[in-house]
C-alpha cells in the first residue's frame, strides 16, 4: 500500500494500431482502432479490479485516508472498465454496420455491371482477391454468328469503292461492272461511255447517264448516225453538257463503224467476243495496285478497231469498256462480286 495509487492509463492512451478502411458513402480510408486492442485493454483493467476487490479485507484495518484513496482508485477502475465495455459494444456494431453495407455495395456493383452486360464477380473488403472481368464470348445460333443488330449486311467490295463513293457508282458496281453484256446497244451504250473517261470520271458520267441516252437516242446506232451535227455540237446544246465536239463527233463515227462491224459478223457482239474466244478472261487480281490500266489484248482489239474507222478508242479506252462489258472480269478476288460474274459468264455461254 505504500507504493501509491497504480496507474491506468486512460482510454485516450491506449495504444492503437489504425488501420484503412473503406466507408460505403465516400469511399475513403479511415484510421479506427481495431478489436484486439480494445479487449487486451479491458482485460488488464478487469484483473487490477479483481486484485482491488480481493483486498477490501486489508483496506479495512488500513487508516481512513488510505481506505478513502484505495475506494478512490477501484471506484475509478470500474468505470474504466465500464467505458471500455461500451466502446467495445459500440466497436462490435460498428464493424458488423461496416460489413452490412460492404455486402449491400458488392451486390449494386454486380447489379449495376449486370445491367452494362459487363459481369464482374465482387468481393467483400476483407478478401483481396483481384477480380477478373469475364471475357466476351461471340453469341452463336444454331451453328453461324447472329446478325448484327441494325441488321446490316456488311459486303466486301474492291479496293477502289469505298464507303464515301457516290452511290450510283457503288450501284454500278455491284450490278454491272464485270457482268458478261451480249446486247448490241449496251455493248455501244458502256463503248460511248468509255470514251468519255477522256474527260470525266465514272460517278460524274454514271451520274448523267440518262443525259446521255435522250442525246444519244438509247444508244440506237441507226438512229445516231442520222442525227444533226449542228443540232448535237451547236451552242447551248444538250450534247455539249456531256462532251467536246471531238467527243461527240466520234460517237457519231463509231455508230457508222458498228453499222459496218454488223453487216460482216452479224452482231457486234459477235465481233467483240471473237477477240476472247467468247470466254471472258478472268484476272484474279489480290490487289488494287495489280490491276493494269491496258493490255495486250486490249492494244490488240485497240489497232483492229482504228483500222476500222473507230475513233477516241485507245489501248486504255479499250480495256476500261472490257471491264464494264465484262470481257474481263477484274474485280478483286475478295470482293463478293468476283464470283457471281463468273456465274453469270456461266450462264451466258
Not at 473517261?197 to 438512229?223: C, G, Y
Request: include cysteine; charge should be positive; charged fraction near 25%.
Amino acid at each position: 500500500m505504500s507504493g501509491g495509487a497504480p496507474r491506468f492509463e486512460s482510454m485516450n492512451m491506449v495504444e492503437s494500431e489504425t488501420r484503412p478502411t473503406l466507408r460505403t458513402a465516400a469511399n475513403k480510408a479511415t484510421p479506427f482502432i481495431t478489436h484486439k486492442d480494445v479487449s487486451k485493454s479491458l482485460r488488464k483493467l478487469e484483473r487490477s479490479a479483481s486484485r482491488l476487490t480481493g483486498s477490501d479485507e486489508k483496506i479495512s484495518y488500513a487508516s481512513p485516508a488510505e481506505i478513502g484513496s484505495s475506494s478512490s482508485r477501484k471506484h475509478k477502475t470500474l468505470t474504466a472498465v465500464s467505458v471500455l465495455r461500451r466502446h467495445e459494444q459500440v466497436l462490435n456494431s460498428s464493424l458488423s454496420l461496416n460489413a452490412s453495407f460492404s455486402s449491400d455495395a458488392s451486390m449494386d456493383s454486380f447489379q449495376s455491371r449486370a445491367s452494362t452486360g459487363r459481369l464482374i464477380r465482387s468481393y467483400s473488403v476483407g478478401n483481396r482477391s483481384k477480380s477478373y472481368p469475364s471475357k466476351p464470348r461471340s453469341v452463336v445460333s444454331e451453328g453461324a454468328l447472329d446478325s448484327p443488330p441494325n441488321g446490316s449486311e456488311t459486303k466486301k467490295r474492291c479496293a477502289w469503292v469505298t464507303p464515301n463513293s457516290d452511290p450510283c457508282y457503288t450501284v454500278f458496281h455491284d450490278e454491272e461492272w464485270g457482268v458478261p453484256v451480249h446486247d448490241d446497244k449496251r455493248l455501244f451504250e458502256l463503248l460511248v461511255l468509255s470514251v468519255a473517261l477522256a474527260e470525266h470520271t465514272w460517278p460524274t458520267i454514271l451520274s448523267k447517264r440518262q443525259t446521255f441516252r435522250e442525246v444519244f437516242a438509247d444508244f440506237d446506232p441507226n438512229v445516231i448516225v442520222n442525227i444533226n451535227e449542228k443540232k448535237l455540237i451547236g451552242p447551248g446544246s444538250i450534247g455539249s453538257t456531256l462532251l467536246s465536239d471531238l467527243k461527240l463527233r466520234a460517237v457519231v463515227e463509231n455508230a457508222r463503224q458498228i453499222l459496218k462491224v454488223v453487216e460482216e459478223y452479224g452482231s457486234f457482239d459477235k465481233y467483240i467476243w471473237s477477240f476472247v474466244k467468247n470466254k471472258a478472261i478472268v484476272s484474279k487480281f489480290r490487289y488494287q495496285r495489280q490491276v493494269p490500266a491496258k493490255t495486250p489484248k486490249a492494244e490488240v482489239i485497240s489497232k483492229d478497231l482504228v483500222r476500222r474507222g473507230f475513233r477516241g478508242v485507245g489501248p486504255t479506252v479499250v480495256y476500261s469498256f472490257m471491264q464494264a462489258a465484262g470481257i474481263t472480269n477484274d474485280h478483286l478476288t475478295s470482293c463478293f462480286r468476283f464470283h457471281h460474274c463468273i456465274f453469270g459468264q456461266e450462264r451466258c455461254v
